[in-house]
């Protein structure tokens, strides 16, 4: 399809794009039409028949299947080394502790991690007494400060490092493989947290060289919350199937009766999962790299993120902290006089601006998706421009919608 004709399809598909100028898939995405339909027709479904029948359990393997055949696609792995789990979170969890930690080891992370990364780090240092480190980045701006920080950081009895693909807070793209590669030369194992990457740009997470990449459903790949997957490589696989404790998946011992079932990533899978959620998962994937293109979707993305950053450092008054050199679709900012919640709260009231704002680094965050137009960039760089040009008490009052026949009260 023609391109505007195949956006307008695309938005046609997303209605929650029309509530507002949204730029917050970074947080939460908004919901294909067709994933939405397929939770609540299995949803139906268990209302009118039921959940207890045997054969139920074996088609909430196969959706489960078909999840993981739809995350694959979208990292370019083999089927085999993606297990489904809640969240990132969840799956920086299992990560974190799948290491057989002792006193006195070390793990290796950066202070711009999301609390659902430093978590688990905080809690083996709690509890074994492992060295946590931070490698000091900056904002991740330039890739030889960031090596020489992680360089100085990966010292001997280093376990682990936990980092993530593209930070949360800055935006900023990390060089992941020269990192992962700095790291298992030195003997440690490697996570890396992709929520802001996987959908956004492309990752191919095999070629990483990463042990774990965890994977959110709810943001950038479009799908319901309560849901995520984790890639494990060959290395992580075999070295679970060796551990003393084991990592065995309700599914593989219900199947086979045993803990010698398949050596691939379900090991890492927990149970109970939200059955209607993990059809909308696999459908909001399918959706993504079948129907919209991958390709497509990468490139239209960060091309708008890039002219979004770009038209904002334009604007007297405004400080764009995301590194333009080094970005994805994130894209972080500050207004000269105003408060992030000060100047969100007006830019929501103005232009319906949906976006976040990031305190640790004290700015407004935009997520710029692939099915985001020119105009509405425009349209909020304006009102950013307005902000700029005022402060909060010299802006102009909003107008006001009169009903009339109301009285005062």
Known sequence: MPDEEKLAAVREALPAVGAGIYLNTGSLGPIPAESAAAVQEYEAHDLRVGRAHPDDMEAGFERMAEARAGVAAILGADVGSVALNHATTDGMNTATWAVDWRAGDRAVTTRHEHAGGLGPLVAIRDRFGVELSFADIGEGADDEVTMDAFDAAIVPGTRLVSVSHVLWTTGARLPVERIARLARDRGAMVVVDGAQAVGAIPVAVESIGADFYAVPSQKWLLGPEGMGALWASDRAIESAAQ??????????????????????????????????????????????SMYVGLPWVHERGQRLARAAAHRLAEIDGVEVVTPRERMATLVSFRIRGWTPAEALDELGARVFAIARTVPQIDAIRISVGFFNTEEEIERLAGAVALLASHTPETIPARKRLVILGQDDA
Do not use: I, M
């Not at 199947?255 to 050596?263: E, K, N």
């Open 243 to 288: 551990s003393t404790t084991g990592w065995y998946s309700f599914e593989q011992l219900q199947l086979d009766g045993s803990a010698a079932y398949h050596r691939d990533a379900r090991r890492f899978e927990g149970s109970n999962y939200h059955k209607p959620s993990v059809v909308g998962f696999a459908r909001s994937c399918g959706w993504l």
